[in-house]
């Protein structure tokens, strides 16, 4: 292996010299801004950049003069931080790969994630998991997509239903921004539980907020034969818990709210915390930018979620934001919603479907 460190006046020149000096094959070990020696201030500050081949290849003359030993005074870090992330914005994705020590083998592995909305760092983790663990065989690239997919249903968190076996109702909330499918979702599983389970179910409106709400739900409790209360505040839930504490379930469904609304979830909570045990599920649409399910998750996380939900899988074009989302958040997968029927477009979130979305 060939190390060389490179200066320039900036980092496009300074890549450009890797590339000449070392080969399209170079592999960029570190970056970092320099103040060249006895820069009485006046000086501009220069780039370095490590990088390392594995052969030599073929080089040319660099047509700027390189420097490889500047003792240097080093940027703020994160200034530093900030021009390793452009620099590495600026590699092709080949490199990006290669910078981050993925083998030739594993970059069609790790551009398929990417491209599926994978996030880079988690996805080039999962592949150097990936090779850690199977360190021997990893050479067999055949079997690569595999490996990765088993590896990645075994980080992916998902609960399953909602559990049943505890002793008096149990009571679940949906919340979640607007529009997502809340009440279509606790429409379907309270079909599920009622005319599937045979179970005594009872389904709750807080959402008095928003006109022709509670019809929404009171035509589905007259179509499924299942009670539907309204509740316009904790009073009010406490009252209905009591009157169905002899049911199996009770289904709660809110007003979907904007996650610049950062009151709701407080209310909410006090709501919640009147009544007790509540079980809350995150409602998120596929369909949605990822920034927004981190904005609602920072709008909901202080009510305590236990589970999140994802709908609109038939509208969805990549699903690589549900793994991130899940991963990071570590918060279990409960159900998935592909569509607008009910009973029929509900299922219980498995690890192996959602990365099977992932890989198509
Ligand atoms: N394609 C598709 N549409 C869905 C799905 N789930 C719900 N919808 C549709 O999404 C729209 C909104 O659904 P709602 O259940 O009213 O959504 P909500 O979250 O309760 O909305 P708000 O109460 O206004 O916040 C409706 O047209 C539903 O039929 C799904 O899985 N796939
Ligand atoms: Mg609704």
Redesign the pocket.
């Known amino acids: 292996m060939r190390i060389k460190k490179i200066t320039a006046s900036n980092y496009s020149i300074a890549l450009q010299l890797v590339k000449e000096e070392l080969g399209e094959d170079a592999l960029i070990l570190s970056t970092r801004s320099i103040k060249p020696l006895n820069a009485g201030g006046m000086e501009a500050t220069q780039v370095e950049i490590t990088a390392a081949v594995e052969f030599d290849s073929p080089k040319t003359e660099p047509e700027v003069p390189v420097t490889s030993e500047v003792e240097n005074a080093e940027l703020p870090e994160k200034e530093d931080a900030d021009l390793k992330s452009l620099i590495f914005s600026l590699l092709s994705r080949t490199d990006q790969a290669q910078s981050m020590g993925l083998k030739p083998h594993q970059f069609k592995a790790y551009s398929h994630l990417v491209e599926n909305g994978l996030d880079k760092k988690l996805a080039s983790k999962i592949l150097q998991k990936a090779l850690e663990q199977n360190a021997v065989s990893m050479g067999d690239s055949d079997q690569q997509p595999e490996r990765v997919m088993n590896l990645m249903e075994k980080v992916l968190p998902c609960k399953g239903e909602i559990d049943l076996s505890q002793y008096g109702p149990k009571i679940v909330a949906f919340v979640?921004?607007?529009?997502?499918?809340?009440?279509?979702?606790v429409a379907k599983i309270a079909a599920e539980y009622t005319l599937r389970r045979n179970k005594k179910v009872v389904m709750v409106s807080l959402?008095t907020y928003?006109l022709g709400?509670v019809d929404?739900l009171q035509i589905y409790g007259d179509i499924m034969e299942v009670p539907v209360e309204v509740a316009r505040g904790k009073a009010d839930l406490c009252q209905i818990v009591q009157k169905h504490k002899d049911k199996d379930l009770i289904l709660i469904?809110t007003?979907?709210r904007s996650h610049q609304d950062k009151d709701y979830s407080r209310q909410l909570k006090e709501v919640f915390d009147t009544v007790g045990g509540v079980e809350t599920h995150l409602?998120l649409s596929v369909t949605a930018q990822e920034q927004l399910f981190s904005a609602t998750y920072n709008q909901f996380s202080s009510m305590g979620l236990d589970r999140v939900l994802f709908?609109?899988?038939?509208?969805g074009l990549i699903f690589g934001s549900l793994f991130n989302f899940t991963v990071r958040n570590r918060l279990p997968i409960s159900y998935l919603?592909?569509?607008?029927q009910v009973p029929e477009?509900l299922e219980v979130a498995r690890p192996e479907r959602v990365i099977s979305l992932i890989f198509n």
Do not use: N, Y
């Open positions: 979640g921004p607007t529009g997502v499918g809340k009440t279509t979702t959402d928003r709400a929404q469904d007003t979907g409602v709908t609109k899988l038939d509208e919603t592909s569509g607008q477009d």
